[in-house]
């Protein structure tokens, strides 16, 4: 199947300090991915949908100089929060399509983020 | 628009049940995709199945079938003989239009008792 890895896992900042996550499709590549926001208890939010080789396509509400987003390479994209602060804390999820199921999303393991 | 409904927001049922989870979505789209996907405690969402427009057949796999009925709007999942393992929380989701962005429903979570 298809597998998408994301690191780190968890990570603790302190406030005013940029944190990068990685997204990468394992075993596909991936034009497109994805990046989502999930508060407790709730549904995923899309922040951004990453394309490779160009700029990401940001969801109204969502800061652009805030959380950037690198897709390099069709394994590899990237999110970085800068300057964090304690409302940036949330879990933040991954996916890449996946274009031999048209349509089909698989999605990383998460990243729990905690500003301090 | 597009919108997804995911009317039972939790379910408890004890070992062996079969449960059903109820999925209901809009759109105007004539080619979209419905999805489930299980989120687990660990947070991973885990792809379950993916059903185009075209397709209204029942699916079945093991413990688990779904039944999309375009009639009604519904992609509805029922797991038979549920076991603890099957706690989790699941989504519904649909993906249409040109981004094939996926919107989600707000979950179901689905709590089995020993």
């Known amino acids: 199947g298809a597998v998408v890895s994301q690191h780190p896992s968890w990570v603790i900042c302190k406030s005013g300090t940029s944190v990068k996550i990685e997204c990468r499709s394992l075993?596909?590549?991936?034009?497109?991915m994805f990046w989502y926001r999930q508060f407790p208890k709730q549904s995923l939010m899309l922040m951004a949908t990453s394309n490779e080789g160009s700029k990401a396509t940001y969801e109204q509400g969502v800061e652009k100089d805030k959380f950037l987003i690198n897709h390099a390479s069709l394994t590899l994209s990237t999110l970085t929060v800068t300057s964090a602060h304690p409302e940036d804390s949330s879990f933040y999820i991954c996916?890449?399509?996946?274009?031999?199921?048209?349509?089909?999303?698989?999605f990383g393991p998460g990243t729990r983020l905690t500003v301090l | 628009a597009q919108k997804v409904t995911q009317a039972q927001t939790e379910i408890s049922v004890v070992e062996k049940e079969d449960v059903t989870l109820d999925c209901v979505y809009e759109?105007?789209?004539?080619?979209?995709?419905l999805f489930w996907y299980k989120q687990p405690p660990s947070g991973e969402l885990v792809f379950l199945i993916r059903?185009?427009?075209?397709?209204?057949q029942n699916e079945i796999s093991g413990r688990y079938s779904w039944n999309f009925q375009k009639s009604t709007s519904s992609f509805n999942f029922t797991i038979t003989a549920s076991q603890v393992v099957d706690s989790a929380v699941y989504f519904c989701a649909l993906a249409g239009g040109a981004t094939n962005k996926l919107i989600f429903g707000t979950g179901t979570l689905l709590a089995v008792q020993p």
């Open positions: 059903r185009n427009s075209f397709d209204e």
């Open positions: 759109t105007r789209d004539t080619t979209y995709y």
């Open positions: 996916s890449a399509r996946d274009g031999r199921l048209e349509g089909t999303q698989y």
């Open positions: 075993d596909f590549q991936a034009t497109t």
